[in-house]
């Protein structure tokens, strides 16, 4: 969760305690649900009839140094008691460890709205399910410090992982690496033909460690480009989601021939002898083929105002937020899962239109 | 023009991308020239590479298990790219655990070395991965600019100490000043000195060894002849020399240096796979 937002959302309900996170730029949501079962104890408190449960927001470094050296916190420390006292405005951290030593952490919290982001994997298009051990290996062929990635489908039902070049990145200077997956690597594919999207590597990172230690499948659940892309990791007291804003299309993606509908490419067969040569070869009579159908582009929909709805835990349609960025325009790559869906070229003018997975509806900010 | 290698043995491959992760060490481009039996790694001494120079030979029959070259004409079967070492060695850094890894030059887009990667996978099907490393074709006019270097008519030659010694001592010395002096004799001695306002330091070498220099001609080089005991002493950039250390992740099977008093260093380091030249001017 640190690797995604410096705040760190803790919701506790009926069905367990929710801590979530969110990126400044609103592009990047996870949360992790703990079961009431993964705990020795787990008391929600009490919801009035007008009141909801207490939700509160910390500073995730200071929530991390609590837990800081994990080593040492596994022989030492015998239990660990959360407590939030609304009244006192602190989160108790309080750790029993060996010798009758008692460590008491007092932090102080925000109340917070909650943080919710907008998604549906029913209404995902694809779902691939994936040990994280193999997602941990493909990501390892690609630059610790690549910001994007995209992931798509190609003749023979296999899945590839490309970097992202960016369409300003020269393509002579450029180095492009793609990575072939064979179906039956995965535990279940159900994806739509030719389909792709492209969402930032770094937040994905975070969530495959975390995956590969848990020894847990993912899943991934995607769509058409420009909707987000949604992570789970489920287990009996645990369910997590990472939700990522992807890349629309503009217009046909000149970067991925090989994922889109038009194809010409057999797909890599299994004796080596012919899979490389006969790829390779496929790959230079291809040049000349066309790039495919125009991605539409994609609609512009008038702004609503920023609603929470708490009782919904998933909805339906994905609201945007006019929201005007003033100062300094957020950091290129962002800026491409945002503005770049939304701005035709020739646009002028600063307003720009945030694509919003979670709203911010606590005054604020 | 025509290109495409294959390696299947792990142990080739491991080798080929050692000696490719020390040339992206010392060149942020180089020139990479084919011909039908070697390849070559070439940085030519301009002065935005700080005046420094490289030169890598290796035989291609070392590493790859197939190797097949069209040069650009048959009189001149030869093929020069100019490409980011850096990229190569990302590409075969991952490849470690391959059945077998492909290069092959290719016009896509624009021109490419494709490196495609066969890893084993659970599945029926092998897992493929793909890098395109952009290259540039340099022209056959321009090939004169990356001819092999002369060995220079140094003053010393002399056996360098433990690399792993000297690069211990290089990267300590490179907190303190960004500029080294070596200086060796003809008796085996080598000194390494840094001076600043401050504070100087000398780490003394002996018993190095001098390399028996055949002259060719029978005529007297500059070291012939020459006091044993005068040291011929060139002051260069110290991050130079430390990239070249750096670089060198297995002991050479010979590394010596050749010095021309206050003008250039000559580095040669041979290993069972190639020879590795680089030069180091010295600053005035």
């Known amino acids: 969760l640190s690797r995604i937002g410096d705040e760190l959302y803790l919701e506790p309900t009926e069905s367990g305690l929710s801590l979530r996170a969110v990126n400044s730029s609103r592009s990047a949501f996870a949360a992790f649900l703990f079961a009431p079962l993964f705990f020795q104890l787990y008391e929600p408190g009490s919801a009035g009839p007008d009141t909801e449960l207490f939700r509160c927001k910390v500073h995730m470094k200071s929530f991390l140094g609590v837990f800081r050296s994990l080593p040492s916190l596994e022989k030492s420390v015998g239990k660990c008691l959360i407590l939030l006292k609304p009244r006192a405005s602190r989160l108790v951290l309080q750790l029993h460890c060996k010798h009758g030593v008692t460590k008491t952490h007092n932090l102080a919290f925000q109340e917070c709205e909650r943080l919710q982001a907008v998604f549906d994997t029913q209404r995902c298009a694809s779902r691939l399910c994936a040990p994280a051990r193999l997602l941990a290996e493909a990501v390892v062929h690609f630059p610790p410090t690549l910001a994007e990635v995209t992931l798509g489908t190609g003749p023979g039902g296999k899945i590839s992982l490309r970097n992202y070049v960016e369409d300003d990145a020269e393509p002579s200077k450029t180095m492009v690496t793609e990575l072939w997956l064979a179906e039956d690597e995965f535990q279940s594919v159900a994806v739509a033909p030719g389909s792709h999207i492209t969402f930032c590597l770094k937040e994905f990172r975070g969530l495959l460690s975390f995956a590969e230690a848990s020894n847990l499948p993912l899943t991934i659940h995607f769509d058409e480009p420009g909707r987000p892309v949604i992570f789970t990791l489920d287990d009996t007291v645990l369910e997590v989601h990472l939700v990522l804003a992807t890349l629309s299309d503009l217009e046909s993606s000149s970067q991925s021939p090989s994922t889109n509908g038009v194809s010409h490419l057999p797909a890599p067969s299994d004796d080596f002898a012919d899979d490389l040569e006969s790829y390779m070869a496929a790959m230079e009579t291809s040049e000349g083929c066309s790039e495919g159908p125009p991605s539409p582009t994609f609609p512009l929909r008038t702004p609503q105002p920023a609603k929470s709805k708490p009782q919904e835990e998933e909805e339906e349609e994905e609201e945007e937020e006019e929201g005007a960025v003033p100062g300094t325009p957020p950091h290129k790559k962002f800026r491409s899962l945002f503005f770049g869906s939304v701005m035709t070229p020739g646009r002028p003018g600063p307003a720009t239109t945030q694509e919003v997975l979670a709203e911010d509806s606590d005054g604020e900010s | ?284």
């Open chain 2, 1 to 284: 023009m025509r290109f495409r290698a294959k390696i299947v043995d792990l142990a080739c491959l491991n080798h080929f991308s050692r000696i490719i992760n020390t040339i992206a060490k010392l060149a942020k481009t180089c020139i990479l020239r084919l011909t039908v039996c070697k390849l070559y790694f070439i940085l030519s001494d301009k002065v935005a590479n700080g005046g420094a120079s490289m030169w890598c030979e290796l035989s291609q029959g070392n590493f790859f298990d197939e190797f097949q070259m069209e040069g650009v004409a048959a009189e001149h079967n030869e093929i020069y790219l100019e490409f980011v070492p850096e990229n190569l060695w990302r590409a075969l850094k991952t490849a470690q655990s391959a059945k077998a890894v492909k290069i092959k030059l290719t016009n896509k887009h624009c021109p490419c070395l494709r490196v495609a990667v066969e890893l084993p996978s659970l599945s029926s099907s092998s897992r493929i991965v793909t890098h395109d490393i952009p290259v540039g074709v340099i022209p056959r006019r321009m090939w004169n600019d990356f001819r092999e270097p002369s060995v220079p008519d140094f003053d010393v030659s002399i056996y360098l100490p433990v690399l792993k010694t000297m690069k211990s001592v290089v990267e300590r010395m490179k907190n303190l000043s960004n500029f080294i002096v070596i200086e060796a004799n003809l008796s085996g001695e080598m000194n390494l000195r840094i001076e600043t306002d401050l504070v100087s330091v000398t780490t003394h070498f002996k018993d190095l060894g001098n390399p028996p220099w055949a002259s060719e001609d029978g005529c007297q080089s500059s070291a012939q002849g020459r006091d044993l005991e005068s040291m011929a002493e060139a002051c260069i950039d110290i991050k130079k020399l430390q990239q070249l250390l750096a670089g060198q992740q297995v002991n050479p099977t010979k590394a010596l240096c050749n010095i021309v008093h206050k003008r250039i260093v000559h580095f040669i380091l041979l290993h069972e796979e190639g020879s590795l030249q680089y030069f180091i001017p010295a600053i005035a």
